[in-house]
């Protein structure tokens, strides 16, 4: 079965260090990859897909194949920033189901 | 941007009974809506996939007789926990499928379950 992996539970920077979340990932296919991101008090909401190969809020992320991850990167984090982020891969064009990563918080200290 | 709606937002009920939380895509029409359960400080766990005009979907270890799905518009599904133990406690937290608007998922606030 797909896997999801999100080794750091949290990860804490200052403002203006750069950022960098890990996501790997286990499956044989070809997964869409996604980035969710819930800040405090607020509904879980999409951040970015790779296939939309964008920078939203300056976060990119790249799909690495080779070594099934999908990282999150920020080179100047902003104390806004601070939240839980999620990972989450979707296999089937059909039901879009989502397997979610156990998420890491990021906490951006001023 | 799409929303989705979630009722009630926080429930507190006695072990035995039944509990109903809708939820509802406000501006777009979801043929396909998902389900998850998510325990304090742990991740989303997909329970099932709601589809319009037939059976749900349940995820291996889930319950069908015990969390009844009901898909029964395009803008509606509810997830009915029936005779609720305190360890259906938890948040649960649906999604819509957008199929007009490139398939991206929107999820609804949350509803958190107590059961005493």
């Known amino acids: 079965a797909q896997r999801v992996t999100q080794p750091e539970k949290l990860l804490s920077v200052f403002k203006g260090a750069p950022v960098e979340l890990k996501c790997n990932y286990s499956?044989?296919?070809?997964?869409?990859l996604f980035w969710y991101v819930q800040y405090s008090r607020q509904r879980l909401q999409l951040l970015l897909r790779?296939?939309s190969r964008e920078s939203i809020k300056g976060f990119t992320a790249d799909l690495n194949k080779g070594e099934t991850s999908f990282h999150l990167k920020k080179p100047f984090a902003q104390e806004e920033d601070s939240a839980m982020y999620y990972c989450?891969?979707?296999?089937?064009?059909?039901?879009?189901?989502?397997?979610f990563g156990s998420g890491t918080r990021l906490q951006v200290q001023p | 941007g799409a929303v989705v709606s979630q009722h009630p937002s926080r429930v507190i009920c006695k072990s035995g009974t039944s509990v109903k939380i809708e939820c509802r895509s406000l501006?777009?029409?979801?043929?396909?809506m998902f389900w998850y359960r998510q325990f304090p400080k742990q991740s989303l766990m997909l329970m099932a996939t709601?589809?319009?005009?037939?059976?749900?979907?349940?995820e291996q270890g889930v319950e069908k007789d015990k969390f009844l799905i009901n898909h029964a518009s395009l803008t509606l599904s509810t997830l009915t926990v029936t005779s609720a133990h305190p360890e259906d406690s938890s948040f649960y937290i649906c999604?819509?499928?957008?199929?007009?608007?490139?398939?991206?998922?929107?999820f609804g606030p949350g509803t958190r379950l107590t059961v005493l």
């Open positions: 999604s819509a499928r957008d199929w007009q608007g490139g398939n991206e998922q929107f």
């Open positions: 499956y044989s296919g070809s997964p869409e």
């Open positions: 790779h296939i």
């Open positions: 989450a891969l979707t296999l089937d064009t059909g039901r879009r189901a989502l397997t």
């Open positions: 501006d777009f029409q979801a043929t396909t």
């Open positions: 709601s589809n319009e005009g037939s059976k749900a979907t349940y």
